[in-house]
Protein backbone atom coordinates (compact mmCIF):
# COMPACT_ATOMS: atom_id res chain seq x y z
CA UNK A 1 0.00 0.00 0.00
CA UNK A 2 1.25 3.39 -0.99
CA UNK A 3 1.14 5.67 1.48
CA UNK A 4 2.58 9.61 1.42
CA UNK A 5 3.03 11.15 4.84
CA UNK A 6 3.45 15.02 5.10
CA UNK A 7 5.61 17.13 7.75
CA UNK A 8 7.02 20.26 8.58
CA UNK A 9 4.45 22.65 8.72
CA UNK A 10 3.64 24.89 11.34
CA UNK A 11 3.32 28.53 12.43
CA UNK A 12 5.75 30.74 10.76
CA UNK A 13 5.86 35.12 10.11
CA UNK A 14 6.28 36.90 6.64
CA UNK A 15 9.98 36.80 5.48
CA UNK A 16 10.18 33.23 7.30
CA UNK A 17 10.98 29.81 6.16
CA UNK A 18 10.22 26.53 6.33
CA UNK A 19 10.82 23.05 5.34
CA UNK A 20 8.06 20.44 4.35
CA UNK A 21 9.18 16.66 3.81
CA UNK A 22 7.00 13.76 2.64
CA UNK A 23 8.38 10.45 2.97
CA UNK A 24 6.69 7.67 0.51
CA UNK A 25 6.27 4.34 1.33
CA UNK A 26 5.31 1.57 -0.26
CA UNK A 27 6.65 1.96 -3.34
CA UNK A 28 10.40 3.73 -4.83
CA UNK A 29 9.86 7.65 -5.45
CA UNK A 30 12.25 7.49 -8.62
CA UNK A 31 9.16 6.39 -10.44
CA UNK A 32 7.09 8.96 -10.02
CA UNK A 33 6.49 12.75 -10.82
CA UNK A 34 6.44 14.41 -6.95
CA UNK A 35 4.12 17.55 -6.29
CA UNK A 36 3.09 20.07 -3.78
CA UNK A 37 -0.21 21.26 -3.85
CA UNK A 38 -1.73 23.46 -1.59
CA UNK A 39 -5.18 24.56 -0.46
CA UNK A 40 -6.35 27.77 1.16
CA UNK A 41 -10.10 27.69 2.69
CA UNK A 42 -12.74 28.41 0.10
CA UNK A 43 -9.98 28.27 -2.76
CA UNK A 44 -9.55 25.33 -4.95
CA UNK A 45 -6.30 23.12 -4.61
CA UNK A 46 -3.87 24.28 -6.85
CA UNK A 47 0.02 23.22 -7.63
CA UNK A 48 2.74 24.68 -5.97
CA UNK A 49 6.21 22.99 -7.26
CA UNK A 50 6.62 19.40 -9.16
CA UNK A 51 9.72 17.03 -9.82
CA UNK A 52 9.61 14.74 -12.28
CA UNK A 53 11.42 11.39 -12.55
CA UNK A 54 14.49 13.31 -14.65
CA UNK A 55 14.41 16.07 -11.92
CA UNK A 56 13.08 18.42 -13.88
CA UNK A 57 10.97 20.99 -11.72
CA UNK A 58 8.27 23.04 -12.64
CA UNK A 59 6.92 25.88 -10.05
CA UNK A 60 3.40 28.25 -10.06
CA UNK A 61 4.19 31.73 -11.08
CA UNK A 62 3.33 33.33 -7.60
CA UNK A 63 6.03 30.98 -5.79
CA UNK A 64 9.16 31.14 -8.26
CA UNK A 65 12.18 32.45 -6.68
CA UNK A 66 11.04 31.51 -3.21
CA UNK A 67 10.10 27.80 -2.80
CA UNK A 68 12.80 24.94 -4.08
CA UNK A 69 11.25 21.42 -4.73
CA UNK A 70 14.23 18.56 -4.83
CA UNK A 71 14.02 14.76 -4.02
CA UNK A 72 16.23 11.87 -2.45
CA UNK A 73 15.36 9.10 -3.97
CA UNK A 74 17.77 6.95 -1.76
CA UNK A 75 15.58 8.04 1.00
CA UNK A 76 12.07 8.23 -0.72
CA UNK A 77 11.66 11.38 0.26
CA UNK A 78 10.70 14.90 -1.01
CA UNK A 79 11.10 18.30 0.36
CA UNK A 80 9.75 21.91 -0.26
CA UNK A 81 11.74 24.18 0.85
CA UNK A 82 9.88 27.91 1.21
CA UNK A 83 11.74 30.94 1.76
CA UNK A 84 10.29 34.94 2.22
CA UNK A 85 7.10 33.22 3.34
CA UNK A 86 3.90 35.23 2.61
CA UNK A 87 0.37 35.40 4.37
CA UNK A 88 -1.01 34.49 1.26
CA UNK A 89 1.25 31.18 1.28
CA UNK A 90 -1.39 29.83 4.17
CA UNK A 91 -2.78 26.63 2.94
CA UNK A 92 -2.68 23.65 3.91
CA UNK A 93 0.10 21.60 1.52
CA UNK A 94 -0.23 17.77 0.12
CA UNK A 95 2.24 15.97 -1.51
CA UNK A 96 1.72 14.28 -4.29
CA UNK A 97 2.72 11.23 -6.61
CA UNK A 98 1.93 10.27 -9.66
CA UNK A 99 2.69 7.91 -12.24
CA UNK A 100 0.67 7.10 -15.54
CA UNK A 101 -2.87 6.01 -13.99
CA UNK A 102 -1.82 6.46 -10.69
CA UNK A 103 -1.87 9.03 -8.65
CA UNK A 104 -1.98 8.99 -4.77
CA UNK A 105 -2.32 11.89 -2.06
CA UNK A 106 -0.97 12.35 1.52
CA UNK A 107 -2.84 13.69 4.77
CA UNK A 108 -1.82 17.32 4.05
CA UNK A 109 0.25 19.73 6.85
CA UNK A 110 -0.63 23.18 7.60
CA UNK A 111 1.52 26.34 6.77
CA UNK A 112 0.11 29.48 8.45
CA UNK A 113 2.15 32.62 8.14
CA UNK A 114 1.20 35.04 10.55
CA UNK A 115 2.70 37.77 12.47
Known amino acids: QVQLVESGGGLVQPGGSLRLSCVVSGTFLSLYTMGWYRQAPGKQRELVASISDDGSTNYAYSVKGRFTISRDNAKNTVYLQMNSLKPEDTAVYYC?????????WGQGTQVTVSS
Open 96 to 104: NAQRTIRNY
